[in-house]
Structures are given as C-alpha cells and as structure tokens.
C-alpha cells in the first residue's frame, strides 16, 4: 500500500506541472488527490509526513544486503550500521521495559558529499539532515515482512530546493532497490 501512496503523490507532484499548463489540469489534479486519499486511508498506519516506508517479502539480511550495495554502487560511504535492536533490548531491559520492539532492527548511516554540501550551501540549518539513515527493521507480529524507511520532506521543502529534491529522489531510489533485492 506505501507503494500505492507514493504513485500517487508522484502523480500528484507531475499533475500540479501540468495545471501551470493546461485547462484541465484541474481534473487531473482532483483525480491525483482522490487516488492519494483513498489510498492514504488505507495505508495511514505505515506512512507518516516525516517517513516512507517500503514493504518486502524478502528475509531481513537480504533486505540489509542489497541496501548496502545500493549505497555502495552510487559511490556512497556507509558511515556506520546502527544495530538499533540490539540497543533497544539493553536499554530496555536497564528501564524495565522487556517488552520486544522489533525482530531486527538496524539502522545505516551514509553520506554524499556532494549532496550534503549543496542543501547545506543553500540554508545550513539542513545540517541536521546529515548524515542520511535508511532503516531496516522487522515486526514480531508480521513475520516474513521486511521493512525500509527513511526521512521524507514537505513538498513544500522539496518544490523550494533542488538539492533536498535530489537527496530524497536518491533515498527512495535505494529504498526501492533495497526492498526489491
């Protein structure tokens, strides 16, 4: 279903080009918005504002392994693989919450130079965007479902910067190829 709301929010974003340029665009416009709210109704659960998040059927380390060399393959340095289950089991455990969060729970942090200092050069208090993390993590109650999300930005912030606009593309690119490995 996230794979549904994110069509639809493209076609949302390629349709509000079109009303800048034709006379039923407006139509176009209306039917994109029905499509993503229907959609968004249904998927509520697992998408918010501020995260994507993509579904695979695929085992965890394997989802793990072809985000690694999403990354990799764009020239990209992995920075350092956060084992977030592992964290949260001992943290836990020291408060009292033995309560389990995930099956599997990593998180990758990455950087692109290039990226990173064009959306800083444009407003430096993007620096907090830096580096970027993709997650991997798997649910106790959905058992042979893996799942990948990252940040996700206003379409405001991505109509206002192209650069932002570059990093979430490259974001969703790896997401898609990680969970399709």
């Known amino acids: 279903m996230t794979d549904i709301i994110i069509m639809a929010e493209r076609a949302l974003s390629h349709s509000r080009a079109r009303v800048r340029c034709s006379r039923c665009g407006a139509g176009i416009l209306l039917l994109a918005l029905s499509i993503m709210l229907a959609t968004a109704a249904l998927a509520a659960d697992r998408t918010t504002a501020s995260s994507a998040v993509?579904?695979?059927?695929?085992?965890?380390?394997?989802?793990?392994?072809?985000?690694?060399?999403?990354?990799?393959?764009?020239?990209?340095?992995?920075?350092?693989?956060?084992?977030?289950?592992?964290?949260?089991?001992?943290?836990?455990?020291?408060l009292g919450m033995d309560q389990p969060?995930?099956?599997?729970?990593?998180?990758?942090?990455?950087?692109?130079?290039?990226l990173s200092r064009r959306m800083m050069a444009e407003d430096p208090t993007r620096i907090v965007n830096c580096p970027f993390i993709i997650a991997v993590y798997t649910l106790l109650d959905q058992p042979g479902k893996t799942f990948v999300t990252h940040r996700r930005w206003s379409a405001e912030a991505l109509a206002s910067s192209q650069a932002m606009t570059e990093v979430a593309t490259m974001l969703e690119q790896i997401a898609e190829q990680a969970v399709t490995w």
């Open 54 to 94: 993509y579904v695979s059927d695929s085992a965890f380390g394997d989802v793990m392994d072809g985000l690694r060399l999403a990354i990799e393959e764009r020239g990209l340095v992995i920075n350092n693989i956060m084992h977030m289950n592992e964290m949260l089991e001992r943290t836990g455990a020291d």
């Open 101 to 114: 969060l995930f099956g599997d729970a990593e998180s990758v942090e990455f950087c692109s130079a290039v």
